[in-house]
C-alpha cells in the first residue's frame, strides 16, 4: 500500500467529472488501498478518487472515532437517490488545507453504490456519515464546499489557504 499525494485546490483535476467504473479490477481494488491509506493517514473521514489525481467515480468514508475499530465504506459509482430535510456541518476538505467552513447539505441521504467486490448496496444515512456522502459524492462531479459559500467566505477561504500556504 501506499500514501498518494493529495491534490489541492485550486489543482484542475478537482474540477473534473469523474468517470463511472465498469470493471472492478486489481488496480482499482489496489487504489482503493491506497486511498484507504491516505484518508487514514491525513487523517480524513472520506476522500474521493479525484483528490488523488484519479478520475474513477469512486469514494471512501470511515467516520469511526479515535476510539473505534476501523468502519471503511468503499463507493463505486455511487448514487444519491433520496435526500429529505436540511442541516447545516462545519466542514474540512483534505484539499483546502486549514479551512473549515459552514455548509448547507441535506440532512438525510439514501445512496446506491458497488462495494469493492462490485455487489451493489443501499445505504441509508444521517448526520455526519449522510455529510460525508454529499461532500464526496459532490468531489466525483468536480463540485467543492466553496461552491456552496457566498463571495465574502469564499474570498475568506482563499485568504485561509494563502495563509496556510506561506506558513
Ligand atoms: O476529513 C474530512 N472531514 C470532513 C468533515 C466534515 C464534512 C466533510 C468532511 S470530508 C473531509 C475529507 C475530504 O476532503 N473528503 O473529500
Ligand atoms: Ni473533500
Known sequence: MAILPIRVFPDPVLRERAKPVDQITPELLRLIDDMAETMYAAPGVGLAANQVGVLHRVFIIDIASEDEPS???????????????????NEGCLSFPGVSETVERSAKV??????????????????????AIQHENEHLDGELMIDHLGPVRRRLVQRQLAKHRSR
Do not use: C, K
Open 71 to 89: 468502519d471503511l465504506h468503499v463507493f463505486i459509482n455511487p448514487q444519491i437517490v433520496h435526500r429529505e430535510g436540511e442541516l447545516t456541518w
Open 110 to 131: 439514501r445512496v446506491q453504490a458497488l462495494d469493492r467486490t462490485g455487489t451493489p448496496f443501499e445505504l441509508e444515512a444521517e448526520g455526519l456519515l449522510a455529510v
